[in-house]
């Protein structure tokens, strides 16, 4: 595939280029006031507002649909920023070419779904606008590559790709854990496409956006997309993450923009490396969890059975044929040995706090 390079679609001053408005367009005044707001921000290029919201469950809101479509075109109108909206199938993109939208994103949950995709690409064959992909929600870049091949497959040549972090079962500090070896690996197999950074979606959260936002700028992305609310707090949607235009300002003014390096396989390698390790420790928690569990069941039965917690044989042989395992698997014998004897203890304590729980609930 042959990119353009985004400077080229969206007039830019240089990178990064920002993409900045609310999470939803709420009022024709809250629009307006964002819009006009955001205008005195240089590096603000384009303006965006969800149209069409997708909510996780029935009942949100669900955005203010074609009427904030006329308050888009108001914003170009009075303060020349370029407009983008979401859109999940073709009625929006219908409705969203007919006022004059600038550039169309798909989000997370429709580039799930290559049937979605595909119907979009169909509904833009012969249409010469920007088109901004999302990743999906779940780490899968071939299917992230997948939804942009089906947009360049239907003539669309001005794309680009935003990364805005995906959906973890475990519970992390981030909405969205980055992983960012993903972009980097999507820059290595897609060469030229440009990538955007949303720090919103990915942390979720106010203070996580300039230093999610740094970090993409130092592994190369080509712009970010910020949300930006006058009243963040009062905002509909996203309001946890949403920042005022002037907090965006000194975001921006924070960021340090360094040289690219061209070393992305240095990075892509160093990330994933990062990413196993995080996932591994998860895994060590979780084990250990249960590890616990088990020696709390373990108590209870002892007690029921009158029989003392510490079996001083079975500690024994437990240890021997534990160290003998690690040591054959490389590991560090003392490491194991004092990990091994800090596990135990743990297991001993909780097992005395089931008994002791248990003769005082007897008291009672
Ligand atoms: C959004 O940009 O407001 C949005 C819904 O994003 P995503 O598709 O990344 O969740
Ligand atoms: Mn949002």
Redesign the pocket.
């Given at each position: 595939m042959d990119f353009q390079s985004i400077y080229t679609w969206i007039p830019s001053g240089g990178r990064p280029l920002v993409i900045a408005g609310p999470?939803s367009a709420e009022s024709e005044t809250q629009v307006m006031q964002t819009a006009h707001a955001l205008k005195e921000i240089p590096r603000v290029k384009v303006f965006r507002a969800?149209i069409w919201k997708?909510r996780t469950r029935p009942g949100s809101f669900e955005g203010v649909g074609i009427a904030g479509l006329s308050w888009l075109m108001r914003v170009k109108k009075e303060t020349g920023l370029l407009t983008t909206v979401?859109v999940a199938n073709p009625q929006h993109v219908e409705q969203a070419l007919a006022h004059g939208i600038d550039i169309l994103w798909i989000?997370?949950?429709t580039v799930v779904n290559p049937f979605s995709v595909q119907e979009l690409a169909e509904s833009l064959s012969g249409v010469d606008i920007p088109v901004m992909v999302?990743n999906p929600l779940n780490p899968d870049i071939a299917l992230w590559i997948g939804a942009i091949e089906r947009f360049y497959k239907n003539g669309i040549t001005k794309l680009a790709a935003i990364h805005?972090g995906f959906y973890q079962f475990e519970k992390t500090s981030y909405r969205n854990p980055p992983q960012w070896e993903i972009p980097i690996e999507l820059k290595r197999r897609l060469p030229g496409i440009p990538v955007l950074c949303?720090p919103s979606?990915i942390g979720g959260r106010r203070n996580t956006i300039l230093p999610i936002s740094q970090q993409a700028l130092d592994l190369e992305v080509d712009g970010l997309m910020i949300e930006t609310h006058p009243e963040p707090d009062k905002a509909w949607s996203?309001a946890a993450q949403q920042i005022t235009p002037e907090s965006l300002k000194e975001i921006l003014d924070a960021l340090v923009i360094r040289e690219t390096s061209g070393n992305l396989e240095f990075e892509r390698n160093l990330e994933e490396l990062r990413h196993e390790v995080d996932l591994i420790d998860y895994e060590l928690i979780r084990l250990l969890a249960r590890r616990m569990g088990i020696a709390e069941e373990m108590g209870r039965y002892k007690y029921a059975h009158n029989i003392t917690i510490l079996q001083l044989q079975r500690w024994k042989e437990l240890f021997a044929d534990r160290i003998k395992k690690g040591s054959k698997a490389g590991l560090d014998i003392k490491f194991l040995a004092a990990l091994l004897q800090l596990v135990h203890e743990q297991s001993i304590q909780i097992q005395t706090n089931v008994m002791s729980g248990d003769k005082e609930e007897i008291k009672e």
């Open positions: 999470c969800g997708p979401e989000g997370a949950r999302k805005r949303d979606h996203d």
